[in-house]
């Protein structure tokens, strides 16, 4: 079936202006997974949503940075005010299951603020 | 959380000659194990993944891992190597908080 999506696949923005950066899971995946790729810093764990549940928000680096997950399938990272230190490939996964052990990766959107 | 260390960051290697690349682990829990590769301008694709049993994994293109729970290490290996190797490897761990921790990668660079 269809793997993990992500748009856009890369977006160059001004300093001060707001993105929004969209994830299509796998169908049935219950789990859903937002990590940043950056030069420096490799690759970090951001947020995930589990269902219904509240996601874990640990791994997002400031208050300018959001995502919501609507109808458990569809998610949306945001981030405001954007700064030249968020250019990054932002990454997302999904998984069957919060417990599953394997994470599914979408190609990725790669965001270049400028 | 876990820490994740892989000791290489970039490995030549010539087509047809074997491939070794590093990573260790902390962690005063259970882990699961991961190494993904990332092709240029790609997504992460997973290899192989150490959950329980034989400490021995196979993984897809030939590539193969041990986990050595003394050595808390989890090293990633190829008996001969092609040019279309040539990509970024991460090793991973996941433990009960289900977050991934990456290491750094490891840049294999595959030469004719």
């Known amino acids: 079936g269809a793997g993990v999506s992500q748009s856009p696949s890369n977006k160059v923005t001004e300093k001060g202006k707001d993105v929004e950066l969209r994830c299509d899971p796998i169908?049935?995946?219950?789990?859903l997974y937002w990590y940043r790729q950056s030069l420096g810093q490799g690759l970090e764990f951001l947020i995930y949503?589990?269902?219904?549940?509240?996601?874990?928000k640990s791994g997002l680096p400031s208050d300018r940075f959001s995502a919501e997950r609507t109808g458990g399938s569809v998610s949306t990272l945001t981030i405001q005010r954007t700064q030249q230190e968020d250019s990054a490939v932002y990454l997302c996964?999904?998984?069957?299951?919060?417990?599953?052990?394997?994470?599914?990766f979408g190609p990725g959107t790669r965001l270049l603020v400028l | 959380a876990q820490s994740v260390t892989q000791l290489d960051s970039q490995v030549p290697v010539f087509e047809e000659a074997p491939v070794e690349l590093r990573c260790n682990y902390s962690?005063?829990?259970?882990?699961?194990l991961f190494w993904y590769v990332q092709y240029p301008n790609q997504g992460l694709q997973l290899l192989l993944k150490?959950?329980?049993?034989?400490?021995l994994v196979k993984g897809i293109n030939g590539f193969e891992a041990e986990f050595n729970k003394s050595q808390t290490s989890f090293h990633l290996r190829k008996p001969s190597v092609h040019i279309s190797d040539t990509a970024e490897y991460f090793c991973?761990?996941?433990?009960?908080?289900?977050?991934?921790?990456f290491g750094a990668g490891t840049t294999v660079t595959v030469r004719a």
């Open positions: 169908s049935g995946h219950t789990a």
């Open positions: 949503f589990q269902g219904n549940s509240a996601p874990d």
């Open positions: 996964a999904s998984s069957l299951l919060l417990a599953d052990e394997t994470q599914y």
């Open positions: 150490y959950l329980s049993g034989s400490t």
């Open positions: 991973a761990a996941i433990g009960n908080d289900y977050k991934l921790s």
């Open positions: 962690s005063s829990v259970s882990v699961y």
